[in-house]
C-alpha cells in the first residue's frame, strides 16, 4: 500500500512563501498523475495543483502564477512552492496519488496571517 507523507506547512504572514514536500513510499513516476489539494475551513477539498507522468501541469485559477508543483523522482517526492501567500490559501494541504479515489497523505496545515 502506497504511503505519503506531506510536510512543510506553518504559519506565515500574507505575501510569503512556503514549500510543502510530499514523500511517496513508492516511485512516483508509477503513477500517472499526482497533485495537490487543500480543504479550507467550512470548505470542500479542492483541487490546487496536478502533475501528470509526462510534465503537463494544471492549476486552480486561484493560484496560478503563484503556485509551482514540481516532482523529484530520484526522491520519490512531490513539492509545491507557494509564493504570495494570501489569508485565504489557509487550509489543510492534502498530497494525493493516482487517479480516482488514489492515495492520500494525512495533510498539513497551512495558516497565513493578514
Known amino acids: 500500500q502506497v504511503q505519503l507523507v506531506e510536510s512543510g506547512g506553518g504559519l506565515v504572514q500574507a505575501g510569503g512563501s512556503l514549500r510543502l514536500s510530499c514523500v511517496v513510499s513508492?516511485?512516483?513516476?508509477?503513477?500517472?498523475?499526482m497533485g495537490w489539494y487543500r480543504q479550507g475551513p467550512g470548505k470542500q477539498r479542492e483541487l490546487v495543483a496536478s502533475?501528470?507522468?509526462?510534465?503537463?501541469?494544471n492549476y486552480a485559477d486561484s493560484v496560478k502564477g503563484r503556485f509551482t508543483i514540481s516532482r523529484d523522482n530520484a526522491k520519490n517526492t512531490l513539492y509545491l512552492q507557494m509564493n504570495s501567500l494570501k489569508p485565504e490559501d489557509t487550509a489543510v494541504y492534502y498530497c494525493k496519488a493516482g487517479a480516482g479515489f488514489g492515495s492520500w497523505g494525512q495533510g498539513t496545515q497551512v495558516t497565513v496571517s493578514s
Open positions: 513508492g516511485s512516483i513516476f508509477s503513477f500517472n498523475v
Open positions: 502533475l501528470f507522468r509526462g510534465g503537463m501541469t
